[in-house]
């Protein structure tokens, strides 16, 4: 009985990487639903920055538009201004045609690695801000978030210092939507599911930062 080759695209054979360590594209790996294999080569710590990339064209964008948005719902009367929630959907939204452009054309950078994280999280302090201002949601949930966001930053730098890089846990990953979205259908005037999402968003990443701990500690006692 003869052996059937199998197809370039078959079960069984081996993935062939692109230039750059890339694996090969899928619908699924494209549309961001697989995320398994090894990160691209260019975002790792000894890579350059490669600032001028299409992605981070957007990431750039998104990282303007926080200021427009905090100018505009911190001056509307009760924080609920239209545009301005328009706009913070925007930017959250574009995060995910960063990572879809960037998977697409292969535009992967140390530099993109680095400040989707930051602008996920100043677009949530932001959106924390106006409604603790405008008593959108209970502040003593906001406070936390906020606190949260804030520490992480602070960790991903030591980390950093330290030759350890945080990669987002799962729940850090199922936390986003929820964190994100609080604030969003609270200035909408959803209150009842903002309230859900906030408190949701809140356990996760609690948990979320619970494991970077533990994992950062590791890292830093496996590298003394």
């Known amino acids: 009985m003869r052996h059937r080759p199998s197809r370039s695209s078959g079960e069984g054979s081996p993935e062939r990487q692109r230039p750059g360590g890339l694996l090969p594209i899928t619908k699924r790996r494209l549309f961001g639903l697989d995320r398994s294999g090894p990160p691209p080569e260019a975002t790792l710590s000894d890579r350059p ?4 990339t299409i992605p981070n064209a957007i990431g750039y964008a998104r990282l303007l538009g926080i200021p427009v948005f905090l100018a505009l719902a911190l001056s509307s009367p009760h924080g609920r201004d239209t545009v301005a929630v328009v706009l913070f959907a925007v930017i ?38 106006v409604a603790f201002v405008f008593e ?14 804030v520490f992480m930053l602070g960790l991903s730098r030591y980390g950093l210092k330290r030759g350890v890089e945080l990669k987002i846990n799962w729940a850090g990953r199922l936390g986003v939507a929820p964190t994100m979205g609080a604030p969003f259908f609270a ?24 494991l970077y701990v533990r994992r950062g500690v590791h890292e830093v006692r496996k590298r003394a």
């Open 49 to 52: 920055l490669n600032p001028w």
């Open 92 to 129: 959250g939204w574009a995060d995910y045609l960063d990572g879809f452009t960037a998977r697409l054309t292969g535009q992967y950078s140390r530099l993109g690695a680095m400040l989707d994280p930051i602008v996920d999280r100043l677009l949530v302090i932001s959106g924390m801000l």
């Open 136 to 149: 959108l949601l209970p502040r003593w949930a906001l406070v936390i978030v906020v606190a949260r966001e």
């Open 187 to 210: 200035m909408a005037g959803v209150h009842g599911l903002a309230l859900a999402l906030l408190y949701v968003g809140v356990a996760l990443s609690l948990l979320a930062t619970v």
